[in-house]
Structures are given as structure tokens and as C-alpha cells.
């Protein structure tokens, strides 16, 4: 794999992940761009004791171009993209409408504490956009296992370049699929957050380890992972490295986690047969998601890394695939209870779907 | 006002709330149903800590029926609907497709943990439906003040019966309206929600609210306020009793809280003035908010009380109204970060949306 960087006319970053260590970019982006100086903040909510992330600029982002006008696909003679070349295997760039990034001269704005309760500093972090294949109509699940493999590769590099930035404390690598979910692009392309601060999920399942670990000396993540494996009753794929099970307090119609059988912190920390069962399993258990309901499939497939910092030890890497699917042309809402009171409810049994995605035929 | 309750045909109860003292109710339901036996469950989520409801049965609930199948319309001499009565004022009665549920009963069923991540229990609780206005097409702003004078009336009344019920913890009153919020029913309707435990948000408020008193010896809720009311960026609306305003941290593109300025519980401590000002404060400021852009406005509004059994003192009662709509024929969607990470990125900032409220002319 060959891995070879520039810079976009506006000064935003774009790393090409090649698969042939033959690859010869020309790295010119012809396009004539203002300078890129887009800097959001961040707010702290006293009342939940939460970040809270500002971008008023996003406003204006893109909003499902048409096939022909998409940002994602190669350039052409005739029209310049957010690619600057004709073809690409796995290619990363920095957001255009980012919710966190380095700012013009990469310094962090001084916290303005005007008053206690309104705190805010610039957004300080990072957001990238992962284009998985040049095939505008394809998706990630019709990827081959060395496409999938060559994605991971781009996102052990990313996790570890950007958790070497100032200020960047959670890296998070994701894929949104399916205007359901509120795509704003259909183009293959997942997306990597840097955060500032460790997300609130990150602080919430350590919070929960933490305390495991308190009364009983063991790691919380090992131990559900033996239960489930252990019970069987919902387990969806097993591999040398990897288990896929449906959680036995699932939130989500179709819900399903991934875990290592390592205790391993993040992607950078996967050996490479890891990550060569990581390619296929993944691609059995998406693909099996999309086998289960006789309709397309929005999905969030969401990589839960230890923070950068701190409680490297406490977390473990694993993988939430879940969608808002519950059947043929019908969705789960988030509505006053799980939006305003966090109190999901779920309408499909964890081992029911768990049987269904084991009896899928892909 | 005059309350009369009675037992719909599959045992569950009906409660009606007149505004006239001579109103007379005729209280047979002439259906033919199966006695009501759902029971849903709880499973405890060690990952993150938190309860989650599983109610698999909801799969076949009523999904937007034409209007001349409103089950939530007044019952006729050809139809037969949730309300055997040929009109109503407000009227709530037992949800029969319930998450939280008393079970047949009443019994309390024992916790089965055979293995200790595997925890599930009873959903025990309840959830109620609460018709505003038996008009199918109405809406909650279009109601005259009285109305909701007479529908804060039935959430006092629900909030002091449910919270005298055994295991119930926190008793939830909300409004989802609109179709992409993802409601069932488009009749004018709410709901009541009493968990068998406090709900995550309700926690979370607490736990911040709890470390900021030990900190400061104040109230952070009081505190909060008063920050608002001093500095008048995000203020929405203010009253004698009640201040309306934008939060400092939004997480919603439109999100509006109201505040009490007396630190009282939850709803049935209001007391008759307060009651009053706030039907026409509620009034107003959801008719800003949907003056605001020209669209509909699909909005979850939320009463957050404190607990019912702890940290009464801590907690203050206040309303929570939000949207999802950013701008006309546009949505914010819950994805990856918000969806996963509980990392909120809001596009609109809260000066912005306060000046839009203020500037709006319903």
C-alpha cells in the first residue's frame, strides 16, 4: 500500500491510500478556493455536564447533489471534485463544513469564561471524510475483503496521526449510510472525528468499567464478551479474533457489536491477522444487516476507540453496527423518550434479531 | 373541573377531564376485547450502566391510520375508538401498546439473574395516552389557554397518582407531534411515561446538579436562570412566574427551556398562578417556534420533574421543547456522533434561534 499526501487549493489536507505500491499521483488541485478558515466551538452545558459542539456554517453544506454534481466522485476534464485525480482507491481529506478542526494557524483560542455557566473555546480537533471506493453507485458492504482491508489500513493511520495532534482527545471512526440516517452525500465515504474531549459515550462506558474494575479487578469488556460467548443465545458470527453479538440490552432494532478477543485500545494496536479477519467479518455481519429486512438498510457503523490520554487500559476497541430499521418500509424514531430522557425502548428482542441475522442468507 | 374515571373493556382505565362541573359520562365501553396481559421488560445495560425497555409486542402498534380510524377520536354510533364517548374535553387512559406496564396483576415480577450481565426485570410502570382535544385536527397551539389549563390540570393529577404507584421512580409527561418525529397517531395527543427507574437525562442533570451544590452550596438550576435572566442573549420569553429561554449549550437547532422561577419538584407543586401563566407562556412560545420557519414543525416537548422518590430538593421542574427542523424542507438527523458518541453538533446558534423566537410574529 502506498500512502501519499497533498494539499487541497484551499490548504485542506488530502492523504490518497493506494493498493498498488506502484501508484504515481499528480498532486495539483486546479480549483481556485478562498482559503480554508472555518473555526467552530464548542460550548459546555452545565445542566448535563457535556460539550456541546457549535458550527453554524454547516448550514450551508451540501445537501444530496445530484449524481453528476457529487463532491466525492474523481475529477474529470470537464468538472473539478474534492478529489483532485482521475481515479482512487481509499482516499481521506479534511471536511469542507468540519464541526471540529485545527483552525487557520493551528492555535488554540483562549477558553472566554465571561461567566461560569457560559464557557466556550474554539472546536479545536479535526474532521475527515474516508471515500471507500471511486464507484459512486457502490457501498461499503459490495466492497471486496482487500477494499475493506485497505480502509482499516487508512484508519489505523488516521487514528494514529490524529491522536498525535494537540488537544485531540477521542478519535472516532464512522460510516453513516442512507438518507434515513440524514446522509447528505450518497457517495460511499465514511467520516473521522477528533474530538476535544472524550465523547460522552467514551466517558459513560468507563465510567461503568471503571467501577467494574473497582469491585472486582477485571475488565468489564472481557467479561461480557465471555458471558455472551459463553450463553450463545446471541451471538451473530465468530472468527479466531473477532465475535459479533447482538447486546443482551440492544437499543436498537438491529444492534450489533464487535469485539476483539484481544484487549486491545484502539485500531493502531490490531496485529495484522487482526485486521485481515476484521475485513471479512465485518463484511459477513453488514451484509447480513442488509439480508434481514426486505428494504434497504440506514445504518451508523460506529468504532469505539480508548480515548487518546487517559484509561487506555480500561477500554477496549469494538465496533457498533445498529439501525433504525424495524421491518419492510417502517423505522424507529427517537422520540420524547429516548431524545429528551435517554430512555431507549426497543421493539425487536436481541435474540430475536440475533437468530434473524444468523439465519440471513446474503 | 370534573374527573371521572373509569375501566375500558380490556380492563385498563380511562380518566376524563371536564371543564364543565356538570358534565355527565355515560362509562361502558361496548367493545369486545381480551383482557390486557402485555407485560414488557427491562434489561440492565452494564456497558453503559442504564436500563433499557424491550416491549417486542409494539411491533404491531396502530401506525398512522387514515382519519377515519383515529383511535383517539370520539367514539359514534358506527365506530367504536380508545374513548366510548361521543366528545371529550381531555381525556387520558392506559396505552395499549405499553413500554411500562403494571402488569396483570399488579405483582412485581422477581429479578432473574442467572448470569450477572444478564439482568431483566418487569417492566413495571405505566404509560398513558392524553388526548388534548377530541378536534382530530387540531394541534397543542392551537388550543385556547383554558385548554391547557385544563390539560396541566391532567398532568398533575396523572404525576400525583403515578408517583404514588409502587416502583415507580420517574413519572415523564411529553407531546411528540409530527410525522418525522416519528409519531403513530396525528390526533392532538400526549403522553405519560412513569419508569420503573430514573430515566438517564434525569440522572445526569442530578449528578451535575448534586457535585455543583456540593461545590458551591447552591442550586445549579436556580443558578442557571438567573445567568440567563442577567445576561438576556437567549431569553424568549419572561413572566412573572416563568422564563423562557434558548440554552447556553443547545443541542437543537430549535430548542426552547422553561423555567419556573420558584424551585419547585415537579407539577403538582405549582401552584394557581404559575398554573395559569404558564398556559399562555407554553402557548406562546410554541407558537414562536413554529412561526419560525415556513414549514411545519415536527417538536418533542418534555416536562422534566424531579424523581419521585430521591433528590426531591435537587431537581426543578422544567420544560423542554425541541425540533429537529433547521430551516423549511430541512431536518437535523441524529448520526454517527450524536447517535453513538452522544457528541452533539448544533447547526444554528443559540443567539440566532433566540432572536429568530423573539422576531417571530405567530
Redo the contacts between chains.
Keep these: 500500500m502506498k500512502k501519499t499526501s497533498a494539499l487541497l487549493a484551499d490548504g485542506r489536507e488530502i492523504i490518497y491510500f493506494d493498493e498498488s505500491d506502484a501508484a504515481a499521483r499528480t498532486l495539483i488541485d486546479g480549483r481556485d478556493l478562498p482559503p480554508f478558515r472555518l473555526q ?1 466551538t464548542v ?14 456554517f ?2 450551508d453544506r451540501t ?1 444530496l447533489p445530484p449524481e453528476d454534481q457529487c463532491p466525492l466522485c474523481p475529477s474529470s476534464d470537464s468538472r473539478l471534485t474534492e478529489i483532485p485525480a482521475s481515479s482512487y482507491d481509499v482516499v481521506v481529506f479534511e471536511n469542507r463544513f468540519p ?1 471540529f478542526a485545527q483552525g487557520t494557524d493551528g492555535a488554540v483560542l483562549p477558553e472566554a469564561p465571561r ?4 464557557r466556550q473555546r474554539a472546536a479545536v480537533g479535526r474532521c475527515e471524510v474516508v471515500c471507500f471506493t471511486a464507484d459512486h453507485d457502490s457501498s461499503f458492504s459490495a466492497l471486496s475483503a482487500s477494499r475493506v482491508r485497505t480502509v482499516i489500513e487508512a484508519w489505523v493511520d488516521r487514528t494514529r496521526t490524529l491522536s498525535a495532534l494537540p488537544n485531540v482527545a ?1 478519535v ?1 471512526c ?3 449510510r442512507g438518507k434515513e ?3 447528505t452525500l450518497s457517495h460511499p465515504h465514511g ?1 473521522i ?1 477528533a ?1 476535544p474531549f472524550p ?4 466517558r ?2 468507563l ?3 471503571r ?2 474494575q473497582h469491585r472486582t479487578r477485571r475488565s ?2 472481557a ?2 464478551l465471555a ?2 460467548q ?2 450463545g443465545d446471541r451471538i451473530v458470527a465468530r472468527g479466531e479474533s473477532w465475535t459479533a453479538f447482538v ?5 436498537w432494532p438491529l444492534e450489533v457489536h464487535l469485539y476483539p478477543h484481544d484487549h486491545v485500545p484502539d485500531l493502531p494496536a490490531l496485529g495484522d491477522a487482526e485486521r485481515t479477519e476484521l475485513s471479512s467479518i465485518y463484511l459477513d455481519v453488514l451484509r447480513r444487516m442488509e439480508a434481514v429486512f426486505d428494504d434497504t438498510l440506514p445504518y ?1 457503523a ?1 468504532w ?1 476507540q480508548a480515548p487518546v490520554r487517559i484509561d487506555r487500559d480500561l477500554a477496549r476497541l469494538h465496533l ?1 453496527i ?1 439501525s433504525t430499521r ?2 419492510p418500509g ?8 429516548e ?12 435474540e ?1 434479531a440475533a437468530r434473524l441475522l444468523r439465519e440471513a442468507r446474503p
Aim: aromatic share 18%; proline share 5%; hydrophobic share 45%.
Design positions: 467552530p460550548r459546555y452545558d452545565a445542566v448535563l455536564d457535556e460539550w456541546v459542539g457549535l458550527a453554524d454547516r448550514q445537501y464541526s461567566e461560569q455557566f457560559f477521542d472516532f464512522f460510516e453513516n440516517i440524514g446522509i467520516q472525528y474530538y465523547a460522552p459515550r467514551t459513560q462506558m465510567d461503568a468499567a467501577a467494574y468489564l469488556f467479561d461480557v458471558a455472551e459463553r450463553s447486546p443482551f440490552a440492544a437499543r451508523i460506529a469505539h457498533q445498529f424495524r421491518g417502517k423505522l424507529k424514531y427517537l422520540a420524547g423518550s431524545s429528551a430522557m435517554g430512555a431507549f425502548v426497543n421493539d425487536i428482542s436481541p430475536t
